[in-house]
């Protein structure tokens, strides 16, 4: 995990530190298409937050590990801004905090409102309607034969 000052120089030369320590610093090298900041090393691309992170803890992130932003700025590489997560809870944190594409929606496919009485976030992150799911758990309960065959023929054209 040894990097040379060099490597850390150039680092330091492409962030924005001008709003001062409390606020993002934005990446001014080159970014994704998603707008996180993109760093070479060693002859290899890396995200730039994640890079910092693995040199503020001095060791590599598992391949599973992420790095989040609190601020939700993706070329943000104030170490403040960020931590060291999971893919589930970023997928949770961003329907939570609107960054979703479907966030953007007002209703379900069945024409109800997604007003916060109606709504809900299943444990994948995902925003569901209420109204839907209780008809759902209705009519799995009034005809709970025919979801037992389906699931039986489904099995046959499976195996």
Not at 46 to 59: D, K, N, P, T, Y
Request: proline residues 3%; positive net charge.
């Amino acid at each position: 995990m040894e990097t040379d000052m060099e490597t850390r120089y150039r680092f330091a030369a492409n962030l924005d530190m001008s709003g001062g320590q409390f606020s993002c610093w934005r990446w001014k090298g080159r970014l994704t298409e998603k707008g996180y900041g993109i760093f070479r090393v060693g002859g290899r691309k890396v995200r730039a937050h994640r890079w910092l992170v693995e040199q503020i803890l001095g060791f590599d992130l598992e391949e599973d590990e992420l790095v989040t932003h609190d601020c939700d700025v993706a070329s943000c590489c104030n170490p403040r801004c960020l931590r060291v997560g999971d893919q589930e809870s970023n997928m949770r944190e961003r329907s939570e905090r609107g960054r979703h594409w479907c966030t953007e929606k007002k209703e379900c496919p069945q024409g109800h409102g997604y007003t916060p009485e109606n709504t809900y976030v299943d444990p994948r992150g995902y925003r569901n309607c209420r109204t839907c799911a209780r008809g759902r758990h209705r009519r799995r309960r009034a005809h709970p034969q025919r979801v037992n065959s389906s699931r039986k023929s489904l099995r046959k054209v499976v195996t």
